[in-house]
């Protein structure tokens, strides 16, 4: 089709489209030549918690984001916590891995289990690979427990091989469950999961209405920071820590390497099982971000752990903080990747029956 309209007129549409083809090319340097400080000046971030209000997850996403923008390039105007809970933490793992915005302005947390689910397969699709995240840190790690009411049978990690344990179990992906299973399968614990409870917050409140007689992996941290009476008061039985060095606080409580594992083979595939206890309260960035945002990201969040109003404030909270860096974190998931195939298949076989 002939465009019939006299020349005179068509060169000024002609000048038209190239002055804005010109235009759009100098936005488009514009925005690459932005800086970090330039990008984060006045915005709004978010903070994706995997968990629910109230919970130890979201007590330290909270903490973080009343700290971490002061010590963003361009200080932004505020981090806002958005929690989303489903599917023992993949709901929110899935958003910040396929759909949160990929420039650094979303970070979130994840259960601590989760980024060894491509390992070790915990009966979810796993449609992310934990090394394209690009990992900040912990903000601290720790040890998690066995625990059972006072009133409970089962008072020692002996009796879990003998006695039936109903535990609460808050998803089919989340450490709660996972954990059962696996040492069900692995060493041959007894066990029995009661699902459906949103939290290990709710399980707690169950575990004293006499729903169910314990916790199987409950962090010490969260224990101090959620029912801090509870052991002094005697109202839990504290079976064993998972760690690979006994907590501080809890030098008498053994290991669960210690009282549980029979064999050698058993031992290796308990240390694979308890890795995540490293990177206890992961946050994390989206894949793909630009370098630069990337790194100021990585050392903003390192920075707030230092904060002296940061530090003030988990202390008041009873949220122990200890750093354990992004790239720590990285290597960690790479060594745990590379553990012995026949180890991996056991534990895998253990957590999946």
Known sequence: MFDRRPKATLMPIARAGITVAALAACF??????????????????????YSTAGSTY??????????????????????????MVGAGGYTATRFLYHTAPKDGSHIGNISRGIPFE???????????DPLKFYWLGSMSRESALTVTWHTSQVKTAADLFTKELLVAGSGAGADSEIIA??????????????????????????????????????????INTNKPDW???????????????????IPNVPLAVDVLAKTAEDRQGLELLFARDIIARPFLAPPDLPAD?????????EDSLK???????????????ELVSGDEIEKLLIKSMATPPAVVERLRNAMNR
């Open 293 to 301: 945002r990337a790194k100021a990201l990585r050392a903003a969040f």
């Open 231 to 249: 052991v002094p008061d005697k109202k839990l039985n504290l079976l064993f820590q998972t760690a690979m060095t006994p907590h501080p606080d």
């Open 307 to 321: 904060d002296p109003a940061l530090l003030a404030e988990a202390g008041k909270a009873r949220a122990e903080i």
């Open 28 to 49: 488009a340097g514009s925005a690459a030549a932005q800086s970090v400080a330039e990008f984060y000046q006045g915005k709004s971030m978010t903070l994706i918690c």
């Open 118 to 128: 491509p390992l070790l397969g915990g009966g979810q699709v796993v449609d992310f």
């Open 181 to 222: 299973k696996a040492l069900n399968g692995l060493v041959g614990t007894k066990y029995k999961i009661i699902s459906g409870y949103t939290s290990l917050t709710v399980a707690a409140l169950a575990m004293e209405r006499g729903e169910v007689e314990g916790i199987a992996y409950w962090s010490w941290g969260a």
């Open 58 to 83: 979201d007590l330290y996403s909270r903490m973080l984001a009343r700290h971490m923008p002061n010590h963003v390039p361009g200080k932004p105007s505020s981090m806002i916590v958005k929690n």
